[in-house]
T-cell receptor, first 116, second 108 residues
């Protein structure tokens, strides 16, 4: 495997379900991100894990819960979602500090989430 | 608050018809401007980083330029495989902000 891989690629869930999105990066980076992409809107940063510190967008509802067990793996736990949460969820990684360039993100192919 | 505006929203080109995409921005302390390409059903792919006004970067038929208020992505003699959504992002003092993108369609 190379780059950033996300599973599942597609997910349909009911409003009462609990599911998780998984992301794994094989680039040796030290920062990982969750972004939400809705049609015709800018990418919205949800969570960042950088140098083992978590930074979050305060506008993200608590029904989204991230987990980063190590620098290569990132999860997004989902529970009691709403239909407006339907979107493409993108995971990304980057190298912070040293020779890394903040803003040069490497994205996975995304998990397309549909909430019924 | 940092803002990034991309125009036009959509651009339809004939193969070989050169054109430019615009990314205008307001940011506190520009630390970098980034261009990405996104194909349908895939994540964005990093293209260029520009750090200061006057800087230019090129890759195949793409050329990115930067001024103090905006960046342009020039597509020279485009081919159908250049069809994609192009995203611009700026890194300010506190965060990375993305524009909504320009969707380019190149017809053979």
């Amino acid at each position: 495997e190379t780059g950033v891989t996300q599973t599942p690629r597609h997910l349909v869930m009911g409003m009462t379900n609990k599911k998780s999105l998984k992301c794994e990066q094989h680039l040796g980076h030290n920062a990982m991100y969750w972004y939400k992409q809705s049609a015709k809107k800018p990418l919205e940063l949800m969570f960042v894990y950088s140098l083992e510190e978590r930074v979050e967008n305060n506008s993200v509802p608590s029904r989204f819960s991230p987990e980063c067990p190590n620098s290569s793996h990132l999860f997004l736990h989902l529970h009691t979602l709403q239909p407006e949460d339907s979107a493409l969820y993108l995971c990304a990684s980057s190298q912070e500090g040293g020779t890394g360039a903040p803003g040069e993100l490497f994205f996975g192919e995304g998990s397309r989430l549909t909430v019924l | 608050e940092d803002q990034v505006t991309q125009s036009p929203e959509a651009l339809r080109l004939q193969e070989g018809e050169s054109s430019s995409l615009n990314c205008s921005y307001t940011v506190s302390g520009l630390r970098g401007l980034f261009w990405y390409r996104q194909d349908p059903g895939k994540g964005p792919e990093f293209l260029f980083t520009l750090y200061s006004a006057g800087e230019e970067k090129e890759k195949e038929r793409l050329k990115a330029t930067l001024t103090k208020k905006e960046s342009f992505l020039h597509i020279t003699a485009p081919k159908p495989e250049d069809s994609a959504t192009y995203l611009c992002a700026v890194l300010g003092d506190y965060k990375l902000s993305f524009g909504a993108g320009t969707t380019v369609t190149v017809r053979a």
